[in-house]
């Protein structure tokens, strides 16, 4: 299963072109993708006005939403966090550390285009799609 971050998912909504929405559109009928609660959040979050909003979230709905959270992700994502911040690296957001946890937790590789999530690709071995 690929997850498609917040950051390609909104590029590919928006119609903007770059490696990861061409890979996105190109693999559509042949991969499975989804997202998370948290991405699906992030993505409505951004939307302006009620149609728009009821248009994307039903084609966001056509793909396997993981709901995420709980003690035990918390409490890996917190581990995670410690680990990159030894190593000197700083994610900015928890969200980003929330769902590149949530991918290495349960074996899902990440489409992204975030910065943030190349530290735990680097050091913990997170799998990314590199189109």
Known sequence: MVI?????????LRGLRNAETEYFDR????????????ILCEVLQGIRDERAFTRVLHELRRFEVFDTGG??????????????????RTVR???????????????????HRDR??????QILGLVVIHP
């Open 71 to 88: 003690q035990e992700l918390a409490i890996a994502v917190a581990r995670n966090f410690l680990s990159l911040r030894q190593r000197g």
């Open 4 to 12: 498609v971050d917040n950051t390609a998912l909104v590029d590919y």
């Open 116 to 121: 943030d999530l190349d530290h735990f690709e």
């Open 27 to 38: 693999e559509l009928g042949r991969l499975r993708f989804g997202l998370t609660d948290l």
């Open 93 to 111: 957001k928890t969200i980003d550390c929330l769902i590149a946890t949530f991918c290495l937790r349960d074996a899902h590789s990440l489409l």
